[in-house]
């Protein structure tokens, strides 16, 4: 057993959430906004989430009671990965779309869009940290311990090699929950300010866009993982990371000061002062003199 997993394993975890964090307060401060649609975006992903998880497991179901007619085998790898990366799409777009329709109606330039994805892909992330720090304490009560004998002999032997593969992986391997964190966070960003296009240039088109980047990205880390090894896997998720990156800079937009929260308010500027010519008559000579 390696020794140091007692700290990256929690390490890992712990990242996680310190990146959704200090991504998220990096926009606050460097845009002057409100935590408000931090908030809005990590409640958006739950509720998409509430419809998601169900409508996979529902359509699982279905496929293996035999109401849906099952792919064959050698494409089974292929239409799972469509399947999911279509799903997650569909489900997390349309809700950030309405998200931004009904809930975050202020969020229109892309520093707001921005901290709107952070919130999204932030609660992902702290999700994802809060699971690795679970499944750590999980693992260490566990050791020493007697597997449970309620267990059926299959779940004990399930059980046992679980352990074996928790504390005998490299230390490199525990950390690779931030890592793929670190990438996927650029890629709510991204998505986000896709979405935001479609209010900002009025084309629901963009919405579509958003839904066919998230189901490739989805689809290509499943296809890829039944087909290559889990560090080739996160150097793909990585690349999606990059590319969502040149993705935001590309629709990067200056924005107005007056639109930042908390600039400084527009100042506005008195009229230029000039002088007219006076024609001088007797009469109106006559009216500055002074009298009783």
């Known amino acids: 057993m390696n020794s140091i997993l007692y700290l990256t394993y929690p390490l890992s975890g712990a990242l996680c959430i310190c990146l959704a964090i200090g991504v998220s307060a990096a926009l606050v401060r460097r845009f002057h906004l409100s935590w ?20 996979n ?7 293996r009671d035999g109401v849906l007619p099952a792919p064959a085998e050698k494409w089974q790898l292929a239409f799972n990965a469509a ?25 229109r330039t892309w520093s707001k869009g921005l901290l709107y994805g952070a919130g999204h892909g932030g609660f992902e992330a702290i999700i994802v940290g809060g699971l690795i720090l679970l499944s750590y304490l999980v693992m260490v009560a566990l050791q020493g311990s007697e597997v449970p004998a309620v267990l059926s ?24 929950g931030f890592a793929e964190r ?16 479609a209010f900002v240039r009025g084309r629901i088109r963009w919405l579509f866009l958003a839904i066919l980047w998230h189901a490739l990205i989805d689809a290509g880390v499943v296809f890829s993982a039944g087909h290559l090894s889990i560090y080739l896997v ?4 990585a690349l999606f990371g990059l590319t969502s990156l040149g993705i935001i800079a590309l629709l990067y937009k200056r924005e107005p000061k007056s639109e930042i929260e908390g600039g400084p308010p527009a100042i506005e500027q008195p009229p230029p002062f000039s002088l007219t010519s006076v024609e001088i008559t007797e009469e109106k000579l006559e009216e500055t003199r002074y009298t009783d």
């Not at 497991?57 to 496929?63: D, E, I, M, R, T």
């Not at 809700?95 to 969020?107: I, M, P, S, T």
């Not at 670190?182 to 296009?197: D, E, K, N, W």
């Open 36 to 55: 408000r649609l931090f908030w809005i975006g990590g409640a958006v992903f739950v509720l998409s989430q509430v419809f998601h998880i169900p409508f």
């Open 57 to 63: 497991a529902g359509v699982s179901l279905l496929f």
């Open 83 to 107: 399947f999911l990366g279509l799903s997650a799409g569909i489900f997390e777009e349309t809700a950030r779309y309405f998200g931004y329709r009904w809930w975050a109606k202020e969020a």
């Open 153 to 176: 002999p299959e779940q004990q032997d399930l059980l046992r090699s679980q352990q074996q593969a928790y504390w005998s992986a490299s230390w490199y391997d525990s950390m690779l």
């Open 182 to 197: 670190t990438f996927a966070l650029p890629v709510q960003l991204s998505l986000s300010v896709l979405v935001l296009q």
């Open 234 to 237: 996160e150097g793909i998720v």
